[in-house]
Nanobody, 129 residues
Framework: QVQLVESGGGLVQAGGSLRLSCAAS????????MGWFRQAPGKEREFVAA????????DYVDSVKGRFTISRDNAKNTEYLQMNSLKPEDTAVYSC??????????????????????WGQGTQVTVSS
């Protein structure tokens, strides 16, 4: 059974930091692009960040550029999202996801939900003002 399990969410004051982890089990994702998405109350889920399987390529939504960093450790089958300078508008449920497509160069990633096959249950991040 394939599982993605997020951890590291919680309550933090504005300006603080959190590090989310996404541990995969049931299969290896070291040739899969991975990403983070978030859904705030009353809003649609949105793309946050993505990383290619090699880690050579990353992408971020404009609102988190310079504050969030996505990374991965293929030996541990785990991806991370380091979130600094958090703002109240970052409050959301954060979910990790793994894509089905792969490539030889290790540069492929996607911002589209439809390209991700496996999803975690999500972890709540609440930023107080």
């Amino acid at each position: 059974q394939v599982q993605l399990v997020e951890s590291g969410g919680g309550l933090v004051q504005a300006g603080g930091s959190l590090r989310l982890s996404c541990a995969a089990s049931g299969r290896t994702f070291n040739r899969s692009a991975m990403g983070w998405f978030r859904q705030a109350p009353g809003k649609e889920r949105e793309f946050v960040a993505a990383i290619s399987w090699s880690g050579s390529t990353t992408d971020y939504v404009d609102s988190v550029k310079g504050r969030f960093t996505i990374s991965r450790d293929n030996a541990k089958n785990t991806e991370y999202l380091q979130m600094n300078s958090l703002k109240p508008e970052d409050t959301a449920v954060y979910s990790c996801a793994a894509a089905s497509a792969t490539d030889l160069t290790g540069s492929y990633y996607s911002r589209e939900e439809k390209d991700y096959v496996y999803w975690g249950q999500g972890t709540q991040v609440t930023v107080s003002s």
